[in-house]
């Protein structure tokens, strides 16, 4: 059985946080970028033939990407393949990705007929350690037309799902809504899609055809709706990050902290690969007080952490106080500065003595190379 | 098939047992032995080669290579898998006219591989071992090479009289050359002793092998046969000072010094910050280090993929290790992969990869500052019980 995986990088929705980068490439986690877990779950279910779908900001995206060496896999045709609008010039409207699937049909034809029988779609933004071989054998074995990946308590009457489904007792679909503010008895999807290539192919052109170009919207629920589409949900019981807003990505990246979430989310039998840096083990001076922190590699750490998320090659000067941050690469933390609720992207300096505090709700961000 | 010609390629000698490092070599052979929490010995001769430019290397193994092979792969860590680069893993092997199997001496290993090395038709081999910690621009030391027109370029660094009879000492002319070299001299006559860091034309070397080969009572070492038989055909030999850090890991008190010398604020060997510098290792996919609420870390290397919720004082933490609760971890040298129970006290060790201190366990004693220091070692997948005594100085 050959599977093919699409990856959509982009849907930018954290503003200063994204406003250079997709947000496949927006950092997680200490040393990882969102694309990594999809990568490495691809990969790890034998998923070699993959599409990332990205329209802006790819730069720093491919940057990471390299030659895709770390994942095990082959940039190239019939290997990983960056499907940008510039490379593909069939169309010049990217509303939604059903467009930008007609525009890759190029991609999505690679091959012959029977080649890859399969289509994984994934969303950059949702991240998970998924073990895709289980839910394709799943969408094999309910013989429906699309598996949606669904996870539980997510929906809280607040937070507007993409796609939100709710299932009778019998297990069947009864409800399906889009950009909806479920309450908490709705699945949310995580965007994770599997289909059959024909079928999948054959849809994205009737859709587009119509101008129709919105998955969730137009595909997913409008096909079901009218009784054209079969949907088989999978439930996923494990640990699904939402990183839509920054408030969800911030809330997320301290929830690592938690062994359980952590565990769950960086799986020991299926680990997550990301590009090496070859950064030294991380340092921790005389007098450093380090509590309650995962720590990247290359740190230099002399001052006081806790409750927050060092990334690599981050600098923390005696005196220095950190509480419930996140702090991307290569941050440098001057003497007797004090960080509460902050986000720092890459790059930045915080001059000795400075004082940022934000709150649980709004963390103060400060933009990639920014000077405090 | 043809090759690129390279200028200059290396040789690194990676198939001694290293038996001074008793049980940490007993399944390993040396150069696959960790060091600094997520590098190997051989990371730094490697990483050297790619930093001076040196893209082809030829790894001799023998000795225990089951590891270190699959350890070096395809070179992909530093950057040999391109299509003009490699890092050849060359065991000994068996060929027609029977000179050949398992490698004599260092000169025989280079012997056996001479085709290897002709495929690239370089002017100059450099010749490294793979048991020393340094960071060395190799490029340099062939520049000097060839600018004094030598036949063979050594690397030497001063060594302190009284030690100096440990080593194979080269005795120079005012302008650098070798006039004569003695393997651990009784009386030195200088200090300058050999890095067994070697940089040779090609044709000068080729030539000696095989005549080192045809000698029955040779053997076939580069310090004890090649280099006097050159200095007395008469060819100009050359010694390269070296001023920086170099240490020889070949004992288990070397090597557990040389991981505590990578610690400090202002350490005596940095391994930090200098990127054209920069060490290489192969990377476990592991997250982040998750440092515990109760634990309290001190001029410490903590590498990727721990869990610390004890106490670590003055030691280097490798890669996937976890310290629990109420442990105390002091001036040890913990590699890959171990774990060390609640309540466990390690002092002055080295735990080898993946080996395990039970519960309340304890592995070494205190020393004072000036006091000899006597090393415990746990070997790979050694596992030290519930409750019990691993002494000083003691291996398991």
């Known amino acids: 059985m050959n599977v093919m995986g699409i990856i959509f990088a982009n849907d930018a929705t954290m503003g200063d946080l994204t406003s250079k980068r997709t947000m496949a490439s927006l950092p997680f986690g200490g040393r990882y970028r969102q694309i990594d877990f999809h990568l490495s779950n691809m990969a790890a279910a034998g998923i070699r033939h993959l599409g990332i779908i990205s329209r802006h900001n790819y730069q720093s995206l491919m940057n990471h990407i390299g030659d895709a060496e770390e994942w095990g896999l082959e940039l190239g045709e019939g290997g990983l393949e960056f499907l940008t609008p510039y490379a593909m010039s069939t169309t010049d409207r990217y509303r939604g990705k059903l467009e930008n699937l007609f525009s890759a049909m190029d991609f999505l034809e690679y091959g012959s007929e029977d080649e890859d029988e399969y289509v994984v779609m994934a969303d950059s933004a949702i991240l998970s350690n998924l073990d895709l071989t289980k839910i394709i054998a799943s969408h094999i074995e309910s013989g429906k037309d699309i598996t949606v990946v669904t996870k539980s308590g997510i929906a809280n009457g607040k937070k507007l799902l993409d796609l939100a489904l709710k299932l009778d007792q019998d297990g069947e679909i009864a409800d399906m809504a889009v950009n909806y503010a479920a309450p908490e008895e709705y699945l949310a999807s995580m965007d994770t899609f599997v289909m059959s290539k024909q079928w999948l192919k054959k849809q994205i052109k009737e859709c587009v055809a119509r101008d129709k170009y919105h998955m969730d919207r137009d595909l997913v629920m409008g096909l079901w709706q009218r009784g054209l589409a079969t949907v088989n949900v999978y439930q996923f019981e494990g640990v699904a990050m939402f990183n839509e807003s920054v408030e969800e990505y911030f809330r997320n990246s301290l929830s690592l902290l938690d062994k359980k979430i952590r565990h769950d989310l960086f799986g020991r039998n299926h680990p997550v690969y990301t590009k090496v840096r070859d950064r030294v083990p991380s340092y921790y001076g005389e007098d450093c007080e380090i509590e309650n922190c995962l720590v990247a590699d290359g740190c230099f750490l002399e001052g006081e952490a806790e409750d927050s998320i060092l990334f690599r090659q981050v600098t923390i000067c005696e005196g220095a106080e950190v509480e419930n941050c996140v702090i991307m690469n290569d941050a440098v933390i001057g003497k007797d500065a004090k960080l509460e609720y902050v986000i720092l992207d890459k790059n930045v300096t915080v001059s000795p003595g400075a004082v940022l505090i934000g709150t649980k709700d709004r963390p103060i961000i400060i933009q990639r190379g920014g000077r405090v | ?100 199997g398992w490698y004599k001496g260092t000169a025989n290993a280079i012997y056996q591989n001479i085709d290897f090395i002709d495929r690239y038709n370089p002017e100059y081999v450099v010749i490294l071992s793979g048991d020393h910690i340094y960071k060395m621009d190799y490029a340099a030391m062939v520049a000097f090479h060839e600018k004094n027109a030598a036949s063979c370029t050594i690397a030497v660094r001063n060594v302190p009289l009284a030690e100096a009879s440990r080593f194979g000492i080269l005795n120079t002319n005012p302008d650098g050359s070798i006039y004569e070299f003695e393997e651990k001299p009784k009386h030195p006559k200088s200090t300058n002793a050999s890095m067994g860091i070697y940089v040779f034309n090609w044709a000068v070397l080729r030539e000696a092998l ?56 202002n350490p005596e060997f940095n391994i930090r910050g200098d990127e054209r510098h920069k060490i290489c290792a192969r990377n476990s996919a592991l997250p982040s280090s998750f440092i515990d609420e109760d634990a309290k870390i001190f001029n410490a290397f903590v590498a990727e993929g721990c869990e610390v919720y004890g106490t670590v004082r003055h030691s280097v933490i490798s890669v996937g290790c976890t310290i629990g609760e109420d442990a105390l971890v002091e001036d040890s040298v913990v590699m890959p992969g171990v774990v060390i129970e609640p309540g466990a006290i390690v002092r002055h060790a080295i735990l080898g990869e993946n080996s395990r201190v039970c519960r309340n366990a304890v592995v070494g004693g205190a020393y004072g500052e000036n006091e000899k220091k006597k090393i415990s070692v746990t070997s790979k997948g050694a596992v030290v019980p519930e409750n019990t005594v691993l002494s000083p100085g003691e291996m398991l």
Not at chain 2, 31 to 51: E, H, T
Not at chain 2, 75 to 93: D, E, R
Request: proline residues 6%; charged residues 20%; aromatic residues 10%.
């Open chain 2, 1 to 100: 098939m043809y090759f690129q010609k390279k200028r200059c390629i290396a040789m690194l000698l990676a198939g001694g047992q290293g038996s001074r490092l008793k049980v940490l070599t007993e399944k390993t052979a040396k150069p696959a032995v960790p060091f600094g929490g997520k590098y190997r010995i051989i990371d730094f001769p490697l990483s050297n080669c790619v930093n001076s430019g040196i893209d082809t290397v030829g790894i001799l193994t023998q000795y225990q290579p089951l590891e270190l092979n699959e350890y070096i792969g395809n070179g992909q860590p530093w950057g040999l898998n391109k299509t003009h680069s490699c890092a050849q893993v060359l065991p000994p092997y068996e060929r027609h006219d029977k000179k050949s």
């Open chain 2, 210 to 265: 095989i005549a080192d080969e045809e000698d029955p009572n040779s053997s076939n070492d580069f310090g004890k046969n090649i280099i006097p038989r050159l200095l007395n055909a008469g060819h100009k030999m050359m010694a390269y000072a070296f001023d920086g850090y170099w240490k020889d890991v070949g004992t288990i008190d070397s090597l557990w010094e040389a991981n505590m010398e990578l610690l400090g604020k």
